[in-house]
């Protein structure tokens, strides 16, 4: 069945959308056009404003209408502290423990070799071109325990120490009021390869 | 046909996995005994899945499945041994070996002698053996075991053993030709090489460069023209 030109063109359009293949675009079209018109129109504003007014913000690297966010802006921030996070849903993570004074950045994304994701697609050029302000003197390796956030970290630390800075990753283990019985096989075993004097 | 295979007990590995929607995985396992599967892990994307934590690349698991469709179901997947233990460059190196074998191994072709050395290709890696001979050797076993017939110890044309002291052309699909005036130099490899790396014993600096330089002719050559991105991203945080 084919279908008028712009019909076709927003199927194809949202099909850029992660793990949305070609049956859910059509259905997702039809629901717009045809249930929920006034929803359409608002999502077709907000991307277009979004994609006017949204940028990089020149510190963190996560998205701002300004040049430097507010985070980064904020005087009560630790300007000493950097804190390297793969995704904004990480930032939001730190940001949720309340124990965190320093400042972020934002990698938008972690080294994948087998996805063709490496130094020059994750800009390393900027994250360095940061950490060499001269006020960072600590700089906290976030990324996550996958193999991926691993290497990340690995490579990461390896820059870092290399332009003198001082260079920590957080800590893994059983989490705040776990108990061993019901924590998995891997958390238990990274416990105990990673434990401490104590 | 029995659309509803069970298999359980499989020693395996995860070469790559990819989100599948929002709550599942597909993910491409190495399996020892019924070679590289396709297989959907329900629900291992969404946040309290035991699976996702699991289903990490360089684990040695125990996997089972089921299904007889391309892409199968999988039904559970639990660590075997100790973790993998593979750190910082060990990592891209893992990730180099996944990719061979994501791009040159077919799926459901078992290739059992082949998994047990990337199990001790990995724990190599772990034990931060130097890796350069570790590849070359791996290597080695991928192109042997997949049947490209790689002759290493007999000439080509007379089918005497190798002589250690000559040069050789290696031809690919062929074997090792002695040279003669006029061959490309570039491809020169000496009989010692060869030798070498037909025993898996590359400790001769010069064994190890011209095994290398071999390795990655007869790969580029069977891949067929395909990048390893792996490789590409190794080469740029070499730059860095
Ligand atoms: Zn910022």
């Known amino acids: 069945m084919s279908h008028p030109t712009s019909l076709d063109e927003l199927i194809e359009a949202l099909r850029c959308l992660p793990g949305v293949g070609p049956k859910s675009a059509q259905r997702m079209a039809y629901h717009l056009l045809q249930r929920d018109p006034r929803g359409a129109e608002r999502l077709s504003r907000a991307v277009g404003h979004a994609l006017a007014t949204l940028r990089r913000c020149s510190r963190c ?3 701002t209408e300004e040049e ?12 000493s502290l950097l804190c390297v996070v793969e995704m904004p849903i990480d930032l939001n993570a730190m940001e949720q423990t309340h124990a965190y004074g320093g400042l972020y950045y934002v990698l938008m994304g972690r080294l994948s070799p087998l996805d063709g994701i490496g130094p020059k697609e994750l800009d ?6 940061r950490v060499g302000d001269g006020a960072v003197k600590e700089v906290i390796i976030a990324t996550n325990f996958t193999n991926e956030g691993e290497a990340t970290a690995h490579y990461l630390s390896e820059l870092f120490h290399a332009r003198g800075l001082k260079v920590s990753r957080i800590a893994r283990g059983i989490p705040a009021g776990g108990e061993l019985e019901y924590s998995d096989a891997g ?8 434990r401490r004097d104590y | 046909m029995s659309g509803r295979k069970r298999v359980d007990g499989q020693r395996a590995y995860v070469l790559h996995a990819h989100p599948y929607s929002e709550s599942s995985l597909v993910v491409e396992a190495w ?7 396709a297989l959907v892990a329900k629900g291992a994307r969404r946040p309290m899945s035991a699976l996702r934590g699991r ?13 007889g469709g391309e892409v199968k179901t999988l039904a559970r997947a639990d660590w075997q041994g ?25 799926r459901e072709d078992p290739h059992p002698r082949l998994f047990d050395a990337y199990a001790e290709a990995l724990a190599g890696l772990a034990a931060l053996v130097p890796e350069a001979a570790l590849l070359r050797r791996f290597e080695k076993s991928l192109l042997q075991e997949l049947g490209y ?37 570039g491809d020169a490899v000496a009989g010692r090489t060869l030798l070498d790396l037909a025993a898996g014993t590359l400790e001769d600096p010069r064994s190890l460069a011209e095994s290398r330089a071999l390795m990655r002719r007869l790969l580029a050559h069977y891949l067929g023209g395909q990048a390893l991105q792996s490789r590409r991203v190794f080469m740029d945080l070499q730059e860095f």
């Open chain 2, 82 to 106: 100790t973790p993998a233990g593979l750190r910082g460059r060990g990592l891209l190196v893992g990730y180099y070996l996944n990719e061979l074998l994501l791009k040159l191994l077919p």
């Open chain 2, 55 to 67: 289903l990490m690349a360089f684990q040695a698991l125990e996997m089972g499945w089921f299904g």
């Open chain 1, 68 to 79: 430097v966010c507010e985070r980064c802006a904020s005087p009560k921030r630790d300007p």
């Open chain 1, 124 to 129: 390393f050029d900027r994250l360095l071109a």
């Open chain 2, 31 to 37: 399996t020892r005994d019924h070679g590289r599967l």
């Open chain 1, 61 to 63: 690297n996560t998205f």
């Open chain 1, 187 to 194: 958390t238990v075993a990274q416990a105990l390869i990673e």
């Open chain 2, 149 to 185: 017939g790689l002759t290493l110890d007999r000439e080509a044309d007379t089918g005497r053993p190798v002589d250690p002291a000559a040069t050789y052309l290696y031809v690919i699909e062929r074997g090792p030709l002695r040279m003669v005036e006029g061959d490309e130099a």
